[in-house]
Structure formats: structure tokens, C-alpha cells
């Protein structure tokens, strides 16, 4: 479980290509890594995927052929900057909002200008997600928990403030750009109960 709150801006070290799968080493930036263990979970760009090796620096880890059918990482390349937040430790402040993980899609930049010192970010979302999204709902974009301003059809807008820009990937989107997104885990639970009645 994660928050959608970054805690560092790290990079895609190396890239192997292992049939189907991936393995990756990514570089933590200014992650402290002191008390993860192999195992643990990072959330890279909105991405959950477990520790299999790490120095202080950098660690490894396995993308598996369905991480990289549902998400962008299919196009990561060596030198890709990533967001990072490690798993949520019990006690710990719960800043931005319960996110699993695990992706549900990946959405498109449409627009992006300027608000004020902040940027408004207008992103296409899959058909079959725009259902879960709700106007001043959370919405994960790579990684970071944003609220949503609005959602027309198959489109909805975020705000990004100047810490977001400043601290995560997102100051540098542009229009085209591909984003992983996780939709609020209640609205896919209510759903589920709502099926079953």
C-alpha cells in the first residue's frame, strides 16, 4: 500500500530485456534505502514492484510481460527518470491517498498551461475507466496522488502545484504523453459489491 506522496525522483539505470520480462536497476536519487530488504515494495511511477536486490544507490527489480502490457513501461528506456515512494509503514502520516500499485491503465496528456504558479493537466482517460472517476476524487498519474478538478466524458483535468512540478516526472509533461493511472480503490470495490447484490 502506498499514498501517491513521492519521496524521491530516481532513474532507470539499466535495462535487460529477458524474454517476455524485464529486469531493471534504477537509481534512487535521494531515496534512503537503509531499511528496505529484498522483498519490500517500491511503487516506481505508480508502478508496485518488489526489491530483488540493492545497494545504497540503486536496486533491482522484475517486470513481468503483464506489468509491461498494462502500464508505460513498455516504452522505458535506460535514463527515463521514475517517481518513488516506498510501501506505507504502519503509523506512518497518510498524506495523499490509499494506492495499491497496481495500475488500471494508461491515459494520454491532452493539454497542459499554465494556472496561476500551478499547471492544469487535462488527461484522456481508457472508456472503461472513466466511470470510476468523480470530480474532486483522487486519481494516482504515475505515482502521485492528485484530485481531480473535472471530468468531461472520457477526459478529466488535475492541477499540479508548484511542489508536484518541482518534485516528480510531472513537471515534465507535455501533450502526447503516456501516464500510468490507478483510479480510487473504493469506487472499483463499490462497483464489485454493487454487481453481486
Same mark, same amino acid.
Not at 515494495?41 to 536486490?53: F, K, Q
Not at 518541482?166 to 507535455?174: K, R, S, Y
Given at each position: 500500500?502506498?499514498?501517491?506522496?513521492? !519521496?524521491? $525522483?530516481?532513474?532507470?539505470? =539499466? /535495462? #535487460?530485456?529477458?524474454?517476455?520480462?524485464?529486469?531493471?536497476?534504477?537509481?534512487?536519487?535521494?531515496?534512503?534505502?537503509?531499511?528496505?530488504?529484498?522483498?519490500?515494495?517500491?511503487?516506481?511511477?505508480?508502478?508496485?514492484?518488489?526489491?530483488?536486490?540493492?545497494?545504497?544507490?540503486?536496486?533491482?527489480?522484475?517486470?513481468?510481460?503483464?506489468?509491461?502490457?498494462?502500464?508505460?513501461?513498455?516504452? /522505458?528506456?535506460?535514463?527515463?527518470?521514475? &517517481? %518513488?515512494?516506498?510501501? %506505507?509503514?504502519?503509523?506512518?502520516? %497518510?498524506?495523499?491517498?490509499?494506492?495499491?500499485? @497496481?495500475?488500471?491503465?494508461?491515459?494520454? $496528456?491532452?493539454?497542459?498551461?499554465?494556472?496561476?504558479?500551478?499547471?492544469?493537466?487535462?488527461? =484522456?482517460?481508457? @472508456?472503461? %475507466?472513466?466511470?470510476?472517476?468523480?470530480?474532486?476524487?483522487?486519481?494516482? $498519474?504515475?505515482? $502521485?496522488?492528485?484530485?481531480? &478538478?473535472?471530468?468531461?466524458?472520457?477526459?478529466?483535468?488535475?492541477?499540479?502545484?508548484?511542489?508536484?512540478? #518541482? @518534485?516528480?516526472?510531472?513537471?515534465?509533461?507535455?501533450?502526447?504523453? !503516456?501516464?500510468?493511472? =490507478?483510479?480510487?480503490?473504493?469506487?472499483?470495490?463499490? =462497483?464489485? /459489491?454493487?454487481?453481486?447484490?
Amino acid at each position: 500500500m502506498f499514498t501517491g506522496i513521492i !519521496q524521491s $525522483v530516481g532513474a532507470i539505470a =539499466e /535495462l #535487460q530485456r529477458k524474454g517476455a520480462d524485464t529486469r531493471a536497476r534504477i537509481a534512487t536519487g535521494g531515496l534512503d534505502l537503509s531499511s528496505i530488504r529484498v522483498g519490500d515494495s517500491i511503487a516506481v511511477s505508480g508502478v508496485c514492484l518488489t526489491v530483488t536486490e540493492h545497494d545504497a544507490k540503486s536496486f533491482a527489480v522484475d517486470i513481468s510481460a503483464e506489468t509491461l502490457r498494462c502500464t508505460t513501461f513498455s516504452s /522505458l528506456a535506460a535514463g527515463a527518470r521514475v &517517481n %518513488l515512494e516506498p510501501a %506505507l509503514a504502519a503509523g506512518a502520516p %497518510l498524506g495523499g491517498h490509499f494506492v495499491t500499485g @497496481h495500475v488500471d491503465g494508461v491515459g494520454r $496528456v491532452l493539454d497542459c498551461r499554465p494556472e496561476g504558479a500551478s499547471r492544469r493537466v487535462s488527461i =484522456e482517460v481508457p @472508456h472503461a %475507466l472513466a466511470k470510476y472517476i468523480a470530480a474532486k476524487g483522487s486519481l494516482c $498519474v504515475d505515482g $502521485v496522488s492528485l484530485t481531480v &478538478n473535472e471530468i468531461n466524458g472520457n477526459a478529466c483535468t488535475v492541477n499540479l502545484i508548484p511542489h508536484t512540478l #518541482q @518534485h516528480t516526472t510531472l513537471g515534465a509533461l507535455a501533450a502526447g504523453a !503516456q501516464v500510468n493511472l =490507478e483510479v480510487d480503490i473504493i469506487a472499483r470495490y463499490l =462497483e464489485r /459489491l454493487h454487481a453481486c447484490r
